[in-house]
């Protein structure tokens, strides 16, 4: 990869352009076309950038607009997630083995998208998760547990104290 770089951790806002490069090195039969796609785990989607793209020299660049992308996707939006490039030979597959002189299946880049949020001025904003009080749930099993060791204390004291087994 040339960009971004390889080495480096890429987060894209969705609804920006995404351009990728890379260069073809050690080929001895270059591709006359390359697919190029995206995939995410988290819904096994494969997500096209580029299909078909003519290879004309030793480098290789796309620009995705996801923005267009969401626009239009109804049934597989991007989502805020980590996706995996993938670019491989037009005339095979993305599952096909790689042959030496020829373009193997590429997919160790990985990069993140995110959808970004509307600001929220800090006088409005508040934590949902900071509260310092308990829920009505944890005053419960916090009652609860206090309860059982009182009883337990107190059977305990009279169970040993009832025997004469403590004088």
């Known amino acids: 990869m040339l960009i971004p770089a390889a080495t480096t951790t890429t987060y894209f806002k969705i609804g920006d352009y995404v351009t990728f490069a890379w260069n073809y090195t050690s080929l001895l039969a270059t591709p006359t076309a390359v697919n190029v796609m995206a995939t995410c785990t ?10 078909n793209q003519t ?8 620009t995705w607009d996801t923005g267009s992308y969401q626009a239009t996707a109804v049934g597989n939006p991007l989502l805020t997630q980590t996706y995996t490039l ?11 083995t790689s042959q030496p002189g020829y373009l193997a299946v590429y997919r160790s880049f990985t990069f993140g ?3 970004p949020q509307p600001y929220t001025p800090l006088s409005e904003w508040t934590c949902p998760t900071c509260s310092g009080a ?13 309860g059982m060791t009182i009883v337990t204390v107190m059977s305990f004291t009279w ?6 087994v403590v004088w």
């Not at 290879?55 to 290789?60: D, L």
């Not at 993938?86 to 096909?96: C, E, F, L, P, R």
């Not at 749930?137 to 609860?144: N, V, Y």
């Open 55 to 62: 290879v004309g020299n030793s480098t290789g660049a796309v």
């Open 42 to 51: 988290a819904n096994n989607v494969l997500y096209p950038i580029a299909m």
């Open 86 to 96: 993938i670019i491989y030979d037009a005339a095979s597959s993305i599952s096909a």
């Open 134 to 146: 308990l829920s009505d749930m944890e005053r419960r099993a916090l009652g609860f547990m206090f």
């Open 113 to 115: 998208m995110y959808s």
């Open 159 to 164: 169970f040993v104290g009832g025997l004469g």
